[in-house]
């Protein structure tokens, strides 16, 4: 996988926050995964139940299948939000992107820090009673989960699954039926990560395609990257920010759509893709 271009959009994203080292997470040995957790609310929503990939972490489905999963992350950060407030960033919600899955009719995942569901509340209202999306668990703030990871201020060891509890929580409030999957913030991760989630009852979905969508200007390119990659079974990461950090998603997104369909792949939510069958 090419990590470059995620590695640009997150340095970024990390600016004005503390910074740490560039570099990647590998994959963690086994781990297990604990089953969901009550503790967020009284009477916790139902829950898609995914099934456990070796080592405890998904990165694509079933080979044999011709389903895919678009994933979409919904970033926020406490830079971008005082960019937003300071006028410095118009948006950190693409529209656009979400008006393209409604018109061609296609299933998507979107993965929200719990700061996005907070800056954006009406629109999270809109996007969870939209029946071709669903949401999953990227953190609060987008803190690094092991470090180093791109520059982002790495989450203190003790802290990271009360961190995923916390998102948890709220997206319990927002979005009820939300899945149970978590995203890692720059998809770092070590075994102790993996467990710390894991005993949240969520379990940790990477991808196996990056769009290149990270402050991609050249959409072509863009759509070049996700068809050439993506077979039955991939989860494809892109972005739900828009300008600056995503700029051009919006407008690859209809041809990466039309391609897949044409290569006989059919977009799914991330729900559908790991469902045993």
């Known amino acids: 996988m090419r990590w470059g271009c995620l590695a640009v959009l997150l340095l970024v994203l990390a600016t004005g926050c ?65 960019a937003l407030k300071a006028g410095r960033i118009r948006s950190s919600f693409d529209r656009r992107i979400i008006t393209t899955l409604d018109t061609t009719h296609t299933p998507a995942t979107i993965f929200a820090t719990g700061m996005w569901i907070e800056q954006y509340p009406a629109e999270t209202a809109t996007l969870a009673a939209d029946p071709l999306l669903e949401f999953g668990n990227h953190s609060y703030r987008h803190s690094a989960f092991t470090t180093p990871c791109y520059g982002l201020p790495a989450l203190p060891r003790d802290e990271e699954t009360a961190d ?27 075994a102790h990560a ?13 991808w196996d395609v ?14 070049r990257t996700v068809l050439r990659e993506t077979k039955g079974g991939s989860i494809v990461v892109m972005h739900l920010n828009g300008a600056p950090t995503a700029p051009e998603t919006h407008a690859a997104l209809p041809d990466i759509i039309r391609g897949l369909h044409a290569r006989g792949l059919r977009p799914v939510k991330l729900s559908e893709l790991l469902s045993p069958h």
């Open 18 to 82: 503390e910074s740490g080292d560039a570099g990647g997470g590998a994959r963690p040995p086994a781990a297990h995964v604990a089953a969901p957790s009550t503790t967020a609310t009284p009477t916790p929503p139902r829950r898609v139940h995914a099934p456990i990939a070796p080592g405890g972490m998904v990165f694509h489905g079933a080979r044999d299948s011709r389903m895919v999963a678009l994933t979409f992350d919904a970033d926020m950060t406490p830079a971008m939000k005082r």
């Open 164 to 190: 995923v509890r916390r998102t948890a929580a709220i997206l319990d409030r927002h979005v009820p039926g939300h899945t149970p999957y978590f995203r890692f913030p720059g998809g770092c991760h070590d």
């Open 210 to 223: 990056i769009s290149g969508d990270a402050f991609g200007h050249d959409p072509r390119g863009i759509v």
């Open 194 to 206: 993996v467990r710390a989630v894991a005993a949240a009852g969520v379990t940790p979905v990477q």
